[in-house]
T-cell receptor, first 110, second 112 residues
Framework: GIQVEQSPPDLILQEGANSTLRCNFS?????LQWFHQNPWGQLINLFY???GTKQNGRLSATTVATERYSLLYISSSQTTDSGVYFC????????????FGKGTRLSVIA | DTEVTQTPKHLVMGMTNKKSLKCEQH?????MYWYKQKAKKPPELMFV???????INESVPSRFSPECPNSSLLNLHLHALQPEDSALYLC???????????FGPGTRLTVL
């Protein structure tokens, strides 16, 4: 099946710093989503981005489907950005709804 | 409204108990999902319902029994669970065709 790899696995930032999270996938995809899981377990939709670039406030994402990767940019990080960021894809082939990467655990310290 | 609700938020049950988890959405989605998430792991798919019919069962033990009574509701009936079934259970919904999924806040289950 499709492999989804996220890097880095862990990241510690000072408040105000910028960061880039990466998601590589091993096969072509129909759908790609970025989620933020807060400390209470809620999975929050950040972007639905099978290709192209989107921005939402301090966050932006770019997916280059032909090269099988996506990037999530966080600018001017805040302590509330802490949590786990998941990339999840729907592969073109097969009948798998959503395959998650292992996540990037982000800690933003004041 | 992009909200998926789940009840209860927390549940503690013994291995001989029967309990149910409930999920509700009012976004007009016709696909609904159950996921299980253990600590420090990504969510794992359990079941998919499409047009109120079970379309995917990821080899889940029969002590977990899903039910989709109508297009807005999804239940997960629990019976004779084991301590290793303790986890966060997440419900999600989407348009049919594996479009963007929206997740509920989850039920944190502890089996004693």
């Amino acid at each position: 099946g499709i492999q989804v790899e996220q890097s880095p696995p862990d990241l510690i930032l000072q408040e105000g710093a910028n960061s880039t999270l990466r998601c590589n996938f091993s096969d072509s995809v129909n759908n790609l989503q970025w989620f933020h899981q807060n400390p209470w377990g809620q999975l929050i939709n950040l972007f639905y981005i099978p290709s192209g670039t989107k921005q939402n406030g301090r966050l932006s994402a770019t997916t280059v489907a032909t090269e099988r990767y996506s990037l999530l940019y966080i600018s001017s990080s805040q302590t509330t950005d802490s949590g786990v960021y998941f990339c999840a894809v729907v592969p073109n082939s097969g009948n798998t709804p959503l395959v998650f990467g292992k996540g990037t655990r982000l800690s933003v310290i004041a | 409204d992009t909200e998926v609700t789940q009840t209860p938020k927390h549940l503690v049950m013994g291995m001989t108990n029967k309990k149910s988890l409930k999920c509700e959405q009012h976004m007009g989605h016709r696909a609904m999902y159950w996921y299980k998430q253990k600590a420090k792991k990504p969510p794992e798919l359990m079941f998919v319902y499409s047009y109120e019919k079970l379309s995917i069962n990821e080899s889940v033990p029969s002590r977990f029994s899903p039910e989709c009574p109508n297009s807005s509701l999804l239940n997960l009936h629990l019976h004779a669970l084991q301590p290793e079934d303790s986890a966060l259970y997440l419900c999600a919904s989407s348009q049919v065709g594996y479009n963007e999924q929206f997740f509920g806040p989850g039920t944190r289950l502890t089996v004693l």
